[in-house]
């Protein structure tokens, strides 16, 4: 099978399948987005959606957010993973957003990524989802499932994100991301992938391999990029 085939059959099969996919954060507007994706770095969305309520009532706009302190954020965001850094950078990404866009959250990627605790990953986030932009947002799951699947063989995020966007359509490319991660949080997991389950085992390059030993490669080197805010 070739890797066009592959594309063509693996999407088809979403796009019958799976017409409505979209993030499972919660948010009410492009700031919130903005934080909650940040926040959910190295994260799951439902430890971010636990916190979030509280966070949204108490700082409901960037320039709120801006006048706040590192001791009255932190205590809002003390369960999620890596909070201290976290409560620095939204501090430091809403006084930029007041300082340099009016409080407004900027569509362009390079001016997002300019933002404190964003990286190409959460850019390219926002970027899809409120500003429909042709972009796919490459995370630890879709990265994972870009490689199993056999979709890209890329060696970091943005080399996987160039191949994705070489062949997802450009009308499919912002619902192709949630695909992707939806697939790899609920069936192409980390460690134990369902492949007897998976409705996509006859074009994956990797169903019912072994896969222990490259989750483990891929988890830690995305955790250590992760870290430094590369994604
Ligand atoms: S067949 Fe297995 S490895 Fe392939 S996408 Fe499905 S769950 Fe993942």
């Excluded at 507007?29 to 430890?47: E, G, W, Y």
């Excluded at 990404?93 to 362009?108: E, K, N, R, T």
């Excluded at 490689?147 to 009308?171: F, K, M, N, Q, Y």
């Amino acid at each position: 099978m070739t890797r066009k085939e592959r594309y063509n059959a693996i999407f088809e099969w979403f796009a019958l399948n799976r017409p409505v996919a979209q993030s499972e954060l919660h948010y009410a507007n492009p700031f919130q987005l903005l934080v909650a994706v940040i926040l959910s770095a190295q994260c799951t969305d439902k430890r971010v959606n636990m916190v979030t309520p509280a966070l949204f009532a108490r700082f409901p706009s960037a320039d709120k957010l801006a006048a706040a302190s590192f001791d009255e954020v932190y205590p809002f965001v003390k369960s999620v993973s890596y909070p201290n850094a976290k409560a620095r950078h939204l501090i430091a990404m809403a006084q930029m957003l007041v300082a340099d866009y009016d409080g407004a959250v900027p569509a362009d990627i390079d001016a997002l990524m300019r933002l404190p605790g964003v990286g190409r990953k959460t850019a390219n986030v926002i970027a899809s989802i409120v500003y429909d932009q042709p972009v796919i947002a490459v995370d630890t799951h879709v990265f994972r499932v870009s490689h199993r699947l056999g979709l890209s063989d890329g060696s970091t995020p943005r080399a996987v994100e160039l191949d994705l966007e070489r062949h997802i359509p450009v009308s499919q490319r912002a619902i192709a991301h949630h695909w992707l991660i939806l697939h790899g949080r609920y069936v192409c997991t980390a460690r134990n992938p369902k492949c007897p389950e998976c409705p996509l085992s006859a074009w994956c390059r990797e169903a019912f391999a072994d896969k222990e030993e490259v989750a483990a490669e891929v988890g830690e080197y995305l955790a250590a990029i992760d870290r430094m805010g590369i994604i």
